[in-house]
């Protein structure tokens, strides 16, 4: 009787599957959609309305939205349309920079946690539970008032906070995919551990790992802006949305509502359109 070839893991959904299944989605169409546009604003579409977002006129200070200004203007009276667009530059550099370092560390956090298990699971998980049980936002308030603020240091910090929050879903992953044939077919190769969780395990837990750095990166946006509206994320004279809003919010109480409400939606915008990107890609990875 020959013997049974190793069975190997569900292999995450190939890219020839899994793009036609996200553009049938009219979330995910949407989603794209608002992602798209806000990163060609980024990448320099304030230079093509005609107004420096960097340039104060304060004999046009506070002007509502009109025809010569669609947002109006802000204090220092400058076009609030140029600096919503310039804004996406900052937060669309550091939200996916965070993301990326946040994912990287906890993939590799989880794999070890998964694979090696025993003492080190347990010393690793019990950090992890005690980093999450504090609130996000104030670990990186305090981090940031430490070392002070500064666009390198809002990446390394959001990245290291998110990294646990990363980690817990790899280790549930990389659990499912150790006690498998074909990873211990691989043992019995005499493949180095690391081998194993970067070549074996690594692409066929991809796809939690995809669905997870989405959904961070929407949070990564969010913890940017509110870093930026307490003054501990991006530095004047950056247009930064947070920033913006939280130089503006006094100006309401006068009237000036548009200020401070068109960074607002630009965030919310954002916000939304890559938790759309997100879900789409959750619901057809879990199909």
Do not use: K
């Amino acid at each position: 009787m020959s013997a049974q070839a190793p069975s190997s893991s569900p292999a995450s959904p190939s890219p020839s599957t899994t793009w036609p299944a996200l553009l049938r989605s009219a979330s995910f169409r949407i989603g794209l959609l608002i992602v798209l546009f806000w990163l060609v604003c980024a990448l320099g579409g304030a230079h093509g309305f005609g107004h420096d977002p960097y340039a104060a006129d304060p004999l046009n200070a506070l002007l509502p939205p009109s025809h010569d200004h669609w947002f109006g203007t802000d204090a220092l009276g400058r076009d609030v349309f140029a600096r919503v667009i310039a804004g996406a530059r900052d937060i669309l550099l550091i939200a996916p920079l965070a993301t990326l370092l946040g994912t990287a560390l906890g993939t590799l956090l989880g794999l070890a946690m998964g694979y090696w298990r025993g003492w080190l699971d347990d010393v690793l998980g019990r950090l992890v539970d005690a980093t999450l049980a504090l609130p996000l936002v104030i670990v990186a308030l305090l981090v940031l008032a430490a070392v002070g603020s500064s666009n390198s240091a809002v990446i390394v910090v959001i990245g290291v906070v998110f990294a646990p929050i990363i980690s817990r879903t790899v280790r549930a992953a990389t659990l499912g995919e150790v006690h498998l044939d074909y990873v211990a077919a691989a043992r019995l190769r005499g493949e180095h551990a690391v081998s194993i969780m970067l070549v074996e395990i690594l692409p066929n837990v991809l796809g939690p790992i995809i669905v997870e750095a989405t959904v961070r990166l929407g949070y990564a946006i969010f913890t940017v802006a509110t870093l930026s509206f307490l003054g501990f994320g991006i530095q004047p004279p950056s247009p930064d949305w947070g920033l913006a809003i939280a130089e503006n919010y006094p100006l309401i109480a006068g009237g000036a509502w548009w200020t401070v409400v068109f960074d607002a939606l630009a965030t919310a915008s954002l916000v939304v359109g890559v938790n759309l990107l997100a879900d789409s890609i959750r619901a057809v990875v879990d199909a």
